[in-house]
């Protein structure tokens, strides 16, 4: 027993070069990994997925046909048009925002103050940007007292911060700085030269921007307005904190529908309309990764 | 570049950062000036709110909750991915995209979507397991991995992995003492970001505690704002402030020595879609 | 080649350069003085490459004669036109960046054609005359590809092609080659002088390189904080330095101490005349060519100023490099290989220096300079 065991020892404790004889395969230490991801995103993901497409007798398609109901449409839509007006917004602002630090010193405080606080700020959300904009532009917010001692009332119609229009407001705090992390690299990839070549050929400031720099950061800032707006499209939290009642938006319709207060829960419905959500999602970041890559190849 | 253009950008330059910089200091002061209101109207400025923060004893558990989640998720955080990263990197090369892929998802999968499916899922391991507010760390860790992993990965495109590991190794080091000894400390300042950036994402979230009926911080200080709109904008403040602290500490101290481009790494910027903290 | 020029169009129409006069140009970067009244003319076709340490002001004498920066004072004339005020768009000036200057989103032909379609020239002539010119350049083939597809030598030639398309007065070329590798440099620093002298295009090309300066300029101008410390043919610049900083800067240098006496300098026993006879006397440091350097026809070696051990031979080709250790000092000396094979490393020898004149610097710290 002791000859024969010896060799398959030392095999074992040779480097695990090559990866042939061993005792154990190496991706025995990769599994723990996959397994966890697999439990805790893989096998969620698939509870939804497949919960979609089971209702109370079975297989159905029975879950999707509340796609048809006028609340849902509704807080779809509105969501599609929260998401793009927010995302063209934080686009717009966000990209001048990133050209006015592009423009400057490169290695300056003032670049590393601007990058710093938008990666703060592209992060900030939820219940605390929700009060911030209460403590703001509330019926009792700072901004809204002190248009008042001047004669102004913002809310003579209605206080909108409440309303989907409030949303757009407050979904740009967060879109504008995303925008500047994600615009940056492009407009940092764009090269002096390449201004001062239109200029020796004989164009001018409308030439460079209309056949060179437009045509170069047009796939980058459609690329960043749609991860915007797939920002904006999954976001949760700001809305259920800033608005109480009601599923004005695709994200709030799927948390009422999972935990109604009322009794009225059904993970069934509430799954079907999480995967046209994760569907929509997708799709749009899939374009995004596209438009992506062919900035990465123009602007490195 | 001419002057007169020069003068013009100076000045565009200017009025965006005057104007976007009143759009983002302005609800965060307005916060500060919420929390120290009086009672009424015409009383003065009071400290009350700040002062009621740690005689709320719903809301010191919650921040108490929050925190140990914030450690226990960057622990486990580091335990699943520095050993599997280093790993791949080392000897299983052909599974890094695999690895990307499934880090990188939870950045397509809002976090309202994996809420509807984990409800089963935490509903099973509150009758037959724990139902304690720290099992949310298990889930806690798929909202940090895009972060995580992203930290990680600049850290370990910086230094030649397979090199150091193979000098150690030449050396006598067993796979163990290569990992610890050798590469870890290399990658030191990547383990802090990835660190920091999954306490910032813990003590922010909301929605996946609220809807599993879990109460931390965020959800605490949105349950207070009903009762006590100052305390709790007191307690927004003050945990925005702490998110901030963190992340000025990443930002200017955990600067990776070799700047590692979002285009070189190919990766999409974390935190985008996946609405974890939104 | 000539049916190739005459295609293109941009052969014999302009043959006949234009003459270029920059006049007293002055150019400060807040304490910084870049240029300290810089005065040079280029004769029609002519060729003058600017050489320089990095901060001595060539860029920006080039960026000034293209427009992309403004004088502080002084003025530009090209083809007899004061175009000091004018901006860079209407000077009519082609320029060659340093690298990395193509459109990335446009094919080679749409790089060449860019500067026709500002002048408003129709699309079918725009992509005929951006195709002769790539031939031109030797890369008729390579219309269609991207700048990420093709070598760094080859973007830069589609970047020479593009800045000729236009037809331009004067050709601009601002370290073309210095982002390219040694064997392409040299290859492409030739190409770049042929379709010059075929051109016939006055061009000004700045250079930190004296090498690239020598083998391809008509005339040479060394430039040294802001000023221009000599003009010359490359010859004339390499054997007879006006200044200690353009013996210093082209071409290496012996440094050797010496005492200047009644118009000459005395190094290690010999007696060297000077450049310059009215030369106050005193300590000097002489200028010494390694050619100037040669190994004295006795073999007595026993004692003597000049007396050392080699200590590496350089094989350069024809010539060699010897590097020889006089105790206190070392000394290079540039000699026909089979002389300096008959001296290999270890051995003593006597060195000699031809009496050339040579320049003298003040400063006395030093041995060996590049």
Not at chain 2, 76 to 105: D, H, K, N, Q, S
Not at chain 3, 158 to 177: C, F, N, Q, S, T
Request: charged residues 15%; proline residues 4%; positive net charge.
């Amino acid at each position: 027993m002791t000859v024969i065991e010896r060799p398959l020892v030392e095999t074992v404790r040779r480097p695990l070069r090559g990866g042939t004889r061993l005792a154990t395969p190496q991706w025995i230490a990769a599994a723990p990994f996959f397994l966890y991801v697999g439990i805790f995103l893989l096998l969620p993901t698939a509870i939804v997925a497949g919960g979609a497409f089971i209702d109370g007798k079975g297989l159905s398609l029975s879950n999707f046909a509340t796609m048809n109901q006028r609340f849902v449409i509704n807080a779809f839509i509105n969501s599609v048009v929260l998401s793009a007006i927010s995302a063209i917004i934080g686009a717009v602002f966000g990209a001048l925002l990133a050209y006015a630090v592009a423009t400057g010193n490169p290695n300056g405080v003032f670049r590393r103050l601007v990058s710093s606080a938008c990666g703060v700020l592209a992060q900030f959300g939820g219940v605390t940007l929700a009060f911030a904009f209460i403590a703001t532009l509330g019926s009792a917010g700072l901004i809204t007292l002190w248009l008042q001692q001047h004669g102004m009332r913002i809310y003579a119609n209605g206080v909108w911060l409440y309303q989907l229009r409030g949303l757009v407001l407050v979904y740009t705090y967060f879109q504008i700085p995303l925008m500047v992390l994600v615009f940056l690299p492009a407009l940092d990839g764009i090269r002096p030269q390449w201004r001062e070549a239109t200029e020796s050929l004989g164009g001018g400031t409308w030439h460079y921007w209309r056949y060179v720099a437009g045509p170069l950061l047009a796939p980058a800032f459609l690329g960043s307005t749609l991860l915007l707006f797939a920002n904006a499209f999954s976001a949760y939290a700001t809305a259920a904190a800033l608005i109480n009642q009601g599923s004005i938006v695709a994200s709030l319709l799927i948390a009422n529908t999972l935990t109604s207060e009322v009794g009225l829960a059904n993970p069934g419905i509430a799954s079907a309309l999480a995967l046209v959500m994760v569907v929509i999602v997708a799709i749009v970041m899939v374009l995004y990764t596209v438009l992506q890559r062919r900035t990465a190849r123009w602007l490195q | 570049m001419s002057r007169n253009r020069r003068l013009k950008l100076q000045i565009f330059r200017v009025a965006v950062f005057l104007v976007l910089g009143a759009f983002f200091l302005l609800p965060i002061g307005a916060m500060f000036e919420f929390s120290t209101r009086g009672v009424t109207d015409t009383a003065p400025r009071t400290l009350n709110a700040w002062l009621t923060i740690g005689q709320t004893p719903d809301l010191v558990a919650a921040i108490l909750a929050s925190l140990g989640l914030a450690v226990l998720t960057s622990l486990g955080m580091l335990l699943l991915l520095v050993p599997t990263m280093i790993w791949i990197r080392l000897r299983l090369p052909y599974l890094t995209r695999a690895m990307e892929f499934l880090c990188l998802l939870p950045l397509t999968i809002p976090a309202i979507v994996l809420v509807a499916g984990l409800a089963p899922i935490y509903l099973w391991m509150n009758l037959n397991i724990n139902d304690s507010i720290l099992t949310l760390a298990f889930v806690y860790l798929i909202l940090v991995l895009p972060f995580a992993y992203r930290a990680l990965f600049t850290g370990l495109a910086a230094i030649d992995v397979k090199t150091l590991a193979e000098a150690a190794r030449s050396l006598g080091a067993n796979w163990g003492t290569v990992m610890l000894r050798v590469i870890v400390p290399n990658m030191s300042v990547a383990i802090l970001n990835a660190c920091l950036l999954s306490v910032a994402v813990v003590l922010g979230e909301f929605t996946i505690a609220n809807l599993l009926n879990y109460v931390n911080l965020q959800v605490a200080i949105a349950l207070l704002g009903r009762a006590n709109a100052t305390v709790s904008i007191a307690v927004a403040v003050a945990s925005l402030l702490f998110a901030f602290i963190l992340l000025v500490i990443l930002s200017f101290a955990g600067r990776p020595r070799a700047r590692v481009h979002l285009e070189d790494t190919g990766l999409p910027y974390p935190g985008a879609a996946g609405g974890g903290l939104r | 080649m000539t049916t190739a020029v005459a295609a293109a169009g941009v052969g014999t129409a302009t043959r006949a350069g234009v003459e270029i006069r920059l006049e007293n140009l002055r150019r400060r970067y807040g304490a910084v003085t870049a240029l300290d009244g810089l005065t040079l003319t280029l004769a029609p076709g002519e060729l003058v490459a600017l050489l320089g340490p990095s901060g001595c002001g060539k860029t920006t004498a080039l960026r000034l004669l293209a427009g992309l920066e403004e004088a502080d004072g002084g003025r530009v004339v090209i083809g007899g036109h004061d175009v000091t005020g004018l901006p860079a768009n209407k000077r009519d000036t082609g320029m060659v960046f340093q690298a990395y200057s193509l459109f990335p989103h446009m094919t080679a032909w749409e790089n060449v054609a860019f500067g026709l379609q500002m002048r408003k020239i129709g699309a079918a002539d725009r992509r005929r005359r951006a195709i002769e010119t790539l031939e031109l350049v030797g890369l008729g083939g390579f219309a269609n590809r991207y700048a990420h597809q093709m070598s760094g030598g080859q973007q830069q030639r589609v970047a020479l092609a593009r800045a000729l398309a236009i037809r331009p007065k004067v050709l601009l070329l601002d370290e073309p080659l210095s982002a390219l590798d040694a064997k392409v440099r040299v290859r492409l620093r030739d190409e770049i002088r042929r379709v010059q002298l075929d051109v016939g295009i006055t061009t000004l090309f700045v250079t930190h390189d004296q090498e690239e300066a020598l083998a391809i300029a008509d005339r040479v101008g060394v430039m040294q904080s802001g000023r221009l410390e000599q003009v010359g043919p490359p010859t004339t610049i390499y054997s007879r330095p006006a200044t200690p900083f353009v013996a210093e800067f082209v071409g290496l240098t012996n440094r050797l101490p010496g005492i200047v006496r009644g118009g000459q300098v005395e190094v290690r026993g010999t007696s060297l005349p000077l450049v310059q006879p009215d030369a106050a006397d005193g300590a000097a440091v002489a200028l010494v060519r390694p050619e100037a350097v040669t190994f004295a026809s006795d073999n007595e070696t026993a004692a003597g100023p000049l007396v050392g051990t080699v200590i590496a031979v350089a094989f350069l080709g024809a010539t060699s490099r010897v590097t020889v250790d006089l105790g206190d000092i070392t000394v290079l000396a540039q000699l026909a290989t089979s002389e300096a094979a008959a001296h290999p490393a270890g051995t003593r020898v006597r060195l000699a220096l031809r009496p050339d004149a040579v320049l003298i610097a003040r400063e006395t710290t030093g041995a060996t300079s590049a």
